[in-house]
Nanobody, 124 residues
């Protein structure tokens, strides 16, 4: 599956953005989908994931309550709603997919399909 992320931009601290990731190819509903982010000079880190199996959602501890991941299998799209954004949220956000992944959602090496990323800049 090929992935295309969109929806990034410049937002003030406290604001919101909704990222989208459109997938092309078959069997999107068999892919666990994740969002990761990478700030300049830092490692790529886990943001959120949504299971292919039961739609269960998983978040980085520091983002719980502010970020929401969802998916629409009919549209082959996964979303990331980001609220109450902070300047430390400035990063390139990547969507990722892994077919039939059913655990260890937090590890980027478990995902073998990646989009090109979309840049989010949060101003203070």
């Amino acid at each position: 599956v090929q992935l295309q992320a969109s929806g990034g931009g410049l937002v003030q601290a406290g604001g919101s953005l909704r990222l989208s990731c459109a997938a092309s190819g078959r069997a999107f509903n068999t892919y666990t989908m994740g969002w990761f982010r990478q700030a300049p000079g830092k490692e790529r880190e886990f943001v959120a994931a949504i299971s292919w199996k039961d739609g269960g959602t998983y978040y980085a501890e520091s983002l719980k309550g502010r970020f929401t991941i969802s998916r629409d299998n009919a549209k082959n799209t996964v979303y990331l709603q980001m609220n109450s954004l902070k300047p430390e949220g400035t990063a390139r956000y990547y969507c990722a997919g892994s077919r039939y992944l059913s655990g260890n959602y937090y590890y980027k090496n478990n995902y073998n399909n990646w989009g090109q990323g979309t840049l989010v800049t949060v101003s203070s």
